[in-house]
Structure formats: C-alpha cells, structure tokens
C-alpha cells in the first residue's frame, strides 16, 4: 500500500524570492572537468570554439546555468591568473598538487573562461587566490578584468586581444581558508578578508559582490567572526561595502578520510543516510543563518553555499585525485532535497553551487572517454525540472500529512520533501518521494488562488541505482498523470522519485 500525504499550498502567501543563483554551478581545474570536459583544445575533432566544448555549452544551456564559480576550489589558491593570459603555448606551466599531482599547462585562463560564460549566458564568479597569492595580484586580475580607459591591466587585456572589459558579478575571497586556502584560524582569516577586500575595486559600472570564504558544515566561528569583521568599527565605509557575503560549504560525504562508499553499488541504510544528510543541510544553514541574524537582521549580508554535494569513492580504474563517480537517482533526490531547502532559506541564501558540473563530484554532465559522447545525469535532470524556480516567489508549504520519518540510522529521514513557488502566473510543486519501496500517494492542497493548465512531469527508474551511460539515459524525465481532488489536485508518485507538477494561477 502507497505512503499518504498532503500539502497546503497557500499560492497567496508569498515568502521570498528564490534567486536563480542558488541554482549556480562550480568548475574547477581537477580532474576532467576543465580539460576533457570544458577545454577541449583546439586541435580536437569535437564541435568547439576556441577549444571550448560547443555540444556541452548547448546541453548546460538547457539548464540556464546563472553563475559559474571558477578556478576553484583549492585550486584557487595556488593559481596565478597571469600565467593563464596571452599565446597558449608561451604560457607557464605549473603542478596542480592538489589534485592528481598533475601538470597544469594553463590554456583554460581568464579569456577562456569568461568565453565559455558567454556562451553559457552564465554569471562569472572568480575565486581569487588569498592562500599563495597577493592583495595586488587579486586586484590587478580585477582591473584586467573590469576597467575601460587608459589603465595598465586595461592596456595588458586588449594586448592580449579583448577590448572591452567584461562584467564581472561575483568575487570569492579565497577558499577554504581552514584547510587547502591555508589553515588559518577564523580571526586571521577575516583581517586577510578584509584587507583583501578593500582592494577588490568597483571599476566603473562593475559592482563587484565580494564573498569571504566562511567555514565547513555547520562550524559556526567562520561566519560569527566574518559578521564581527563586518562591524568594522571606526571604519569610513558602511560595514557590508567591505565584502558582501560569507560562504560555507557542505558536502554530502561520509567524514572526511574514511571510506566514502560506491557512487553506485550501496545498502538501503547507506541510501538512507545519504537522504538524511542532505536534510541536515537545514540544520547547517540555519545555524549560520542564526549567527548572521544577530548581526545582520535585516539580511543584507549573503549566505553563499558555493560547495555542496555527494561525494563517493572514485570510479574503479580513475585517478584518485580526479574525483570522477557516477551518478545515480540516489544523487538526484539529494539534489531535490537540498533545493526544497534552498527555497525555504532563499532570504538568506543568495546563491549556492553544485560541486562540480563536468566530470567531478556530482555532475550533472558527464563526458564519457570512449565514445566522447555527453550523458545527463539524474541529477541534470533536476535542475532542469526544477528552470521554474529560477527567480520566482517561495510560497507557503506545509506537510500537514505525511508518512512517519525514519529515525533508526544517523539522521532522521522525512520520507517526503516538497516546495513551491509562483512566477509569471504559473505555479511550480516540487515533489521527492525518499522511500525507497513504497509509492506515495500526494494531495495538493492548493489554497487561495486559481488553478488550471496543470502538467505534472516524474524523474524516476526501477532501481534507485539508475544511472545513464552512453547510448542509455536509464533515468530520464517522463509526463506524470496528475488528477483533480477536491482539495486541489492529486498525484501518485513512485518510490525514489522525483516529480515537479506545473500549473496557470489565477485570483
Ligand atoms: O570540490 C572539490 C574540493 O572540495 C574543492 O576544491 C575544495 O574547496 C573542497 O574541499
């Protein structure tokens, strides 16, 4: 017999806006996400431009990709931005020691990515190096970047063949600045933030907004002392025009160094404590929440989770500095859950990550060795379900009936997540059934305005896992029948789904 539950769903209490940059993505220079994923080089048979990948820009464009963090992660913090700029083959190399213990030759630089943002129609979001770098490195890149007029970086950019400068949105302040960005404690780190900060300059009509790199999970002395460094007292400027967001990261892993399990071979219990893991990101972002509400009430400051997802064992036979796994519908319901979260936080959370888009972590793309073909993950499947939440208002959600939570492993497991927005007259539901047996049998309760028009859509499979490969999208959005109740609608989604129901508004 199917689980039961219904949602109120009270379409005329608006909360917050749900900012498409929560739905934002992470390429670093690790493994195949930059070369062999983005950068193909120029000499390759594939489609490209500039040695930018072309078939893989037209699949993210289905996802309508807002920012693009990039170079890293700890990358970041030993890359040297100058060596990535003028003629490919006079450029340095270096040793990525980070990850793979590789050689770096630098022909993805500052050009090339802020290209593949073009062709994305993504936000850049550069993470200058705090840990191995200067304040006036990070500066100079910013001048480069963003100054017109008679500047030397202007002048050094067009020599280099750009003109104009280009828009730079997004600024990160180093990165993890408690481990790979150079083990630092929170006090030191937020001096270094701040002095970096004042530095990272407003050229023109670029308004930069500057993200401190905060602290991992749910540790909480990164963001309070951030807040406190924001106080800036006796400072000229107001306190948040010195940076204007902390971040944190938050992986769904098992702790650090221990085994971290099969991206796709594991127990019920291991699927299930994956579901509660990524339910605890709610834990975790209202902690840091709470701290920045003691400072900052009227939430000026960003909360910014630029890192979070799965992260398994390697794949058998990959570099283990490479981090390439597979991608399940496990991965997927860890994604629906941490955006149901994200709409809920959404007027505090101004942007959040996937780590990392191509080849890394958890995809959403994966570009298989053999074939060169681009498979979509379960989990791309999710961001694209999930396009009409992009900027559109969070509404008021309640599961007034549900099934009862699983409580015997590590974390509590709700066995429903939902959330609900509105934009442009059309309502959007997002569905996750986390049982991994039974069928759920849901009533959306939709209160005070409306409804017709309605379109449901399911991304599910036999085996919770599913995963495409080449030539076999096992885990493929299907239509999802959707009836009406006389309470709203009703729908009747499989075990381990996920389903989006779409639908016109109206007083
Ligand atoms: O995303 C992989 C790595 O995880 C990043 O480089 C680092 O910031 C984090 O520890």
């Known amino acids: 017999m199917a689980n039961e539950a219904r949602v109120v769903i009270d379409l005329d209490v608006p909360l917050h806006t749900i900012s498409r940059h929560v739905y934002g993505h992470f390429a670093e220079h690790l493994g195949r996400c930059i070369y062999d994923g983005f950068y193909v080089g120029d000499d390759s048979p594939l489609p490209h431009e500039g040695g930018i990948r072309l078939d893989l820009v037209d699949a993210l464009r289905e996802l309508a990709i807002p920012n693009l963090r990039w170079p890293g992660g700890c990358f970041a913090d030993e890359y040297h931005w100058m060596d990535g700029i003028g003629p490919r083959e006079g450029r340095p190399r270096m040793v990525n020691t980070h990850w793979g213990d590789v050689e770096e030759n630098n022909h993805f630089g500052t050009h090339e990515f802020m290209r593949l943002c073009e062709l994305l129609g993504a936000d850049a979001y550069v993470n200058g190096n705090v840990g191995s770098g200067t304040v006036r490195e990070m500066s100079e890149w910013v001048e480069y970047l963003t100054r017109a007029g008679a500047s030397p970086m202007a002048a050094l950019r067009r020599e280099n063949g750009r003109d104009e400068p280009w828009t730079v949105p997004f600024w990160g302040i180093g990165n993890e600045p408690w481990g790979c960005?150079?083990?630092?404690?929170?006090?030191?780190?937020?001096?270094?933030?701040?002095?970096?900060?004042t530095y990272l300059r407003d050229h023109g009509n670029n308004s930069l907004y500057r993200i401190a790199a905060g602290g991992p999970d749910d540790d909480v002395r990164w963001t309070k002392s951030l807040m406190e460094a924001l106080q800036c007292f006796g400072c000229a400027k107001e306190p948040r025009g010195i940076f204007q967001a902390i971040s944190f990261h938050y992986y769904s892993m098992a702790t650090p160094g221990d085994a971290k399990g099969s991206a796709t071979s594991f127990t019920d219990d291991e699927y299930y404590w994956a579901m509660g893991?990524?339910?605890?990101?709610?834990?975790?972002?209202?902690a840091h929440s709470n701290v920045m509400d003691v400072y900052d009430p009227g939430k000026k400051v960003g909360l910014v989770l630029d890192e979070w997802g799965t992260w398994w064992d390697v794949e058998e036979g990959t570099n283990p500095g490479f981090l390439y796994q597979q991608n399940t519908l496990r991965d997927a319901l860890v994604a629906s859950v941490h955006f149901d979260v994200f709409h809920r936080h959404a007027d505090r959370l101004v942007m959040a990550n996937l780590a990392q888009t191509v080849n890394v972590l958890q995809a959403v793309i994966l570009t298989d060795p053999e074939s060169g073909e681009i498979v979509r993950t379960p989990t791309f499947h999710v961001f694209e379900m999930n396009r009409g939440h992009h900027d559109a208002t969070a509404v008021s959600t309640h599961l007034v009936e549900r099934p009862a939570a699983r409580v015997d492993g590590e974390f509590p497991v709700e066995l429903v997540s939902v959330s609900a927005s509105v934009k442009d007259g059309r309502g959007l539901v997002s569905?996750?059934?986390?049982?991994?047996?039974?069928?759920?049998?849901?009533?959306?309760d939709l209160r005070g305005q409306q409804v017709s028009d309605v379109s449901g859509r399911l991304l599910s499979a036999a085996r919770i896992d599913d995963y495409n490969r080449a030539g076999d999208a096992a885990v493929t959005p299907t239509s999802l029948s959707t009836a009406a109740h006389p309470r709203g609608l009703s729908v009747t989604i499989p075990p381990h789904s996920f389903a989006t129901v779409s639908f016109a508004v109206t007083n």
């Open 181 to 197: 960005g150079g083990n630092m404690s929170p006090e030191h780190y937020a001096e270094e933030a701040r002095r970096y900060a």
């Open 277 to 286: 893991k990524a339910q605890d990101v709610e834990r975790v972002l209202t």
């Open 431 to 444: 569905l996750s059934n986390l049982d991994s047996t039974e069928a759920l049998d849901v009533v959306l």
